[in-house]
């Protein structure tokens, strides 16, 4: 009854169908932070799509990297964003040929690839993960650590640069900012801050005012 | 025919529901347990007057919260207003599917379970955020901003624990983790002692992953009165609070699973009916770091907020960065036993 190839032809379009539409109102959507959470949606249902395809690693990771953290960021940054909606919308028709232009190139290397991939499709082969007998994680690590380990490397240090680069950009010297140096505020010791007096609990009694009393009196 | 449709949807359906109905109780309470806790330090009595010790104050609250009016402040944002409690919730759900409770019960026995436990944590922030932008309130907003800066950073710190753990165990599925801390020597075989800074590490990132005191800047209610759901009323704040309270169950079953040996007994094989696994040594563990959680709230007061980012990433991330290495070592010198073979 339930046909397992015809139960997942059903996911693949139903997923595909949600992709489409969500990435449609990504640029449709009129609220930003409404756009951004299309954008998520279309990731999601990306990775769905990628489970099917039996690309687990990659789909969880598709989760974790772009939902998790980098939307996350995303949405920050847009909630705080003051967007004037009618001011973005003014551009429309002067860009419109532009994107018309970009959108052609897209399609056309989009089914040049499909094309490719076809021609191809004899020679793709099964899934390597399968044919090695491993779960899709472990085979993608065993291939990223031992035969690909070079480009692997080299693609983390060009990463590791981006960051450093991103950090140097936002590092200036402003000046009349306060700053707080936590190693100085752990460093501090009470008697730094604090001065103890010992003193008397009462004021000894002052005798001398004692004695105008005694002339004002007559 | 029949037969193959009960197998495939019936039968998980019921499983499922086996996990979360105990899972809604549990949460119910550990949240009277919190407040016998905090209630006891406090030199106080916690709640004593709703059934036999208090026990059924928790009930009596979610009765009282389920009959209350759940009220939309003005120009909030309808949608996403309702949508910010269900989208907390469901992933502090899903998360359960793959946590394993024995040698055999277990939801899905999926190969990746550590990769998607990451995924589902990763995803239960979006609740706060959408809850605090929704809300069209500058307190709310507030909170989910300092919520979402803080589950951003500690999640890094959180994800290099389970990388270590990963390495020493080669599997990233949890049953196979559990078995990889095996071995004649009880409780000095499980992954806490290689990889006891890391340890600490990933249960202080769970208390804050979880937005719990010390770290609950994003509730703060000193400062910004209840955070993000300082809107919310009735039943969609008790979803919220259920979400928080089912993650701090589910940090509490992860800290016993990846580091302190899930089910397997603290004593030696060799001890007769105190060295075999039982799943109770696995309550006994998240009985105590759940009860860990609430200690911390009795006694800790708030972090201040720049102390929390510095924490999470100039001290808990070099830290991971540093232990992964030293697992890495670990692995390759052979200086832990791995399995029942050590």
């Known amino acids: 009854m339930i046909d397992t190839s015809l139960f997942q032809l059903v996911c693949f379009y139903a997923f595909a169908a949600v992709t489409v539409v969500a990435a449609l109102s990504v640029i449709t959507l009129r609220n930003s932070v409404h756009a951004v959470l299309a954008l998520v949606l279309t990731f999601f249902s990306t990775a769905c799509i990628w489970m099917l395809a039996e690309a687990e690693f990659l789909a969880i990771a598709l989760i974790v990297v772009y939902v998790g953290a980098v939307m996350v960021l995303f949405l920050f940054v847009v909630m705080m964003l003051d967007i004037d909606q009618e001011k973005i919308r003014e551009g429309f028709v002067k860009y419109l040929p532009v994107g018309l232009v970009v959108a052609v190139v897209m399609l056309v290397e989009m089914l040049g690839l499909i094309g490719v991939r076809v021609m191809h499709a004899q020679t793709m082969g099964e899934n390597p993960a399968t044919a090695a007998g491993m779960s899709n994680t472990a085979w993608l690590g065993m291939a990223l650590y031992s035969q690909y380990l070079l480009p692997f490397e080299i693609a983390a240090l060009i990463l590791t640069v981006g960051v450093i680069a991103a950090v140097a950009l936002t590092l200036r010297q402003r000046t009349g900012a306060r700053k707080q140096h936590a190693s100085e505020q752990v460093a501090v010791r009470a008697k730094d801050r604090v001065r103890i007096i010992k003193m008397a609990a009462e004021r000894p009694v002052e005798t001398p005012p004692a004695a105008p009393v005694q002339e004002s009196k007559p | 025919m029949g037969d193959q449709l009960i197998h495939q949807l019936l039968l998980p359906l019921l499983y499922t529901i086996c996990v979360v109905l105990p899972l809604v109780i549990a949460v119910a309470l550990y949240v009277w347990w919190e407040r016998k806790v905090i209630g006891w330090m406090h030199v106080r009595m916690g709640p004593n007057k709703v059934g036999p010790f208090g026990l059924l104050q928790a009930f009596a609250d979610v009765v009282k919260l389920l009959v209350k009016e759940v009220i939309l402040p003005t120009n909030a944002n309808k949608a996403l207003y309702y949508l910010a409690p269900l989208i907390g919730l469901v992933p502090a759900l899903a998360a359960w599917a793959v946590i394993p409770f024995s040698d055999k019960a277990v939801l899905s026995n999926a ?128 979803l919220f609070f259920l979400a928080e309270y089912a993650n701090m169950i589910l940090v509490a079953f992860l800290a016993s699973i990846l580091f302190c040996g899930g089910w397997l007994s603290p004593f030696p094989a060799s001890v007769p009916v105190l060295g075999a696994a039982n799943p109770v040594w696995l309550a006994i563990k998240v009985f105590v770091f759940a009860t860990l959680f609430l200690w911390f709230r009795a006694t800790f007061p708030r972090y201040r907020y720049d102390q929390i980012m510095r924490l999470g990433w100039k001290v808990f991330i070099p830290i991971g960065i540093v232990w992964v290495l030293v697992a890495g070592c670990m692995k390759y010198y052979g200086w832990v036993h791995v399995g029942t073979g050590g």
Request: hydrophobic letters at 55%; one cysteine or more.
């Open chain 2, 111 to 238: 190969n990746a379970g550590l990769l998607y436990l990451l995924a589902m944590t990763s995803l239960g922030v979006y609740g706060i955020i959408l809850a605090g932008w929704s809300s069209n309130s500058r307190y709310a907003l507030l909170g989910a901003m300092r919520s979402a800066a803080q589950v951003i950073s500690y999640e890094l710190a959180m994800g290099l624990c389970l990388v270590c753990v990963l390495v020493l165990a080669g599997s990233l599925n949890l049953t196979d983790i559990v078995h990889a801390q095996a071995g004649n020597k009880g409780l000095f075989d499980w992954f806490w002692l290689p990889l006891l800074p890391v340890f600490v590490v990933y249960f202080i990132s769970g208390v804050a992953e979880t937005n719990r005191a010390p770290f609950d800047v994003a509730e703060g209610e000193s400062e910004i009165v209840a955070g993000f759901h300082v809107e919310y009323s009735g039943s969609a704040f008790a």
